[in-house]
């Protein structure tokens, strides 16, 4: 197709469909299923059935790659095509005209500027809802569950050279780099559009996380029960973190610790 009219395509596709009004990104393994799964359940709010739609993805460089459970996908979307913005539109479809409409995508955190400018300037009154959970964690939760699903709950234990190969591969690192992920998304767009939130006041606060998800997006708060709010999706088997991979994740994760520390005035613990 003609280059002039597949942009043009695009640009009548975002002009006449409807968008996304939020997007929630974040650390993986931090809560973002369990946010999605309750919004979902809000009658203001049209989420797709697919959680993810990678539709801003970008393709991470994994050639190298000598872990487990290998994520590469094998087809990422031209922000310029008529036909990649109609597929994603789409999805939004269903949702009532008095409805907000959202995804949930948690790899968008790690981005490239040059991404979330894009998105910034397609979807320019978007906003973001970013959830943040203690690195170390998170990153030892992410090998756990990655681990299962290799194995299908069934392997062996890994042994410490897998999990290193694994754990501390770069395009999987990023996903705790809080200090370059944040300044990427906070120089895109406004602060007011962008909405933090903390994995401990998910296990800790659930109630007051949900409240405020609900004050940001402009919708009427939800009454859940006790027992829902604290129902927890995609758990990550429990296993003790190998004192040698704890204090190397520690020593790796030192600054993003501070950052984090600075930035919200505490320290995370889960």
Not at 18 to 33: C, E, L, N, V, Y
Not at 44 to 71: M, T
Not at 170 to 178: E, F, I, N, S, T
Request: proline letters at 6%; hydrophobic letters at 35%.
């Amino acid at each position: 197709m003609n280059n002039f009219l597949d942009r043009a395509l695009a640009y009548y596709y975002r002009m006449t469909m409807k968008s996304p009004d939020f997007i929630g990104i974040g650390a993986q393994r931090a809560g973002t299923t369990w946010l999605y799964e309750l919004l979902s359940l809000h009658p203001s709010i049209f989420l797709p059935e697919q959680k993810e739609l990678h539709f801003f993805d970008e393709k991470p460089d994994f050639e190298s790659y000598q872990g487990i459970w290998n994520p590469v996908r094998p087809q990422y979307h031209d922000l310029a095509s008529g036909a990649e913005w109609r597929w994603y539109l789409a999805r939004f479809e269903e949702g009532k005209n008095d409805q907000l409409r959202g995804e949930f995508t948690p790899i968008y955190a790690t981005l490239s500027e040059k991404r979330v400018l894009a998105i910034s300037r397609y979807l320019p009154k978007v906003k973001i809802i970013y959830i943040i959970r203690d690195p170390v964690q998170r990153a030892w939760s992410n090998f756990r569950f990655s681990w299962n699903n290799h194995t299908h709950g069934r392997g062996p234990e890994p042994s410490e050279d897998v999990m290193r190969k694994t754990i501390f591969y770069p395009a999987k690192l990023v996903h705790g780099d809080y200090r370059r992920n944040i300044c990427v998304w906070e120089k895109c767009f406004r602060r007011d559009s962008l909405l933090y939130l903390l994995y401990d006041d998910i296990i800790d606060r659930p109630s007051a996380v949900l409240d405020q998800t609900c004050d940001f997006l402009g919708i009427a708060r939800m009454n859940v029960n006790a027992a829902r709010l604290r129902d927890k999706t995609n758990r990550a088997p429990e296993a003790r973190m190998p004192e040698g991979i704890k204090s190397m994740l520690e020593e790796h994760f030192s600054v993003q610790r501070d950052f984090i520390k600075e930035k919200f005035g505490r320290s995370l613990k889960y």
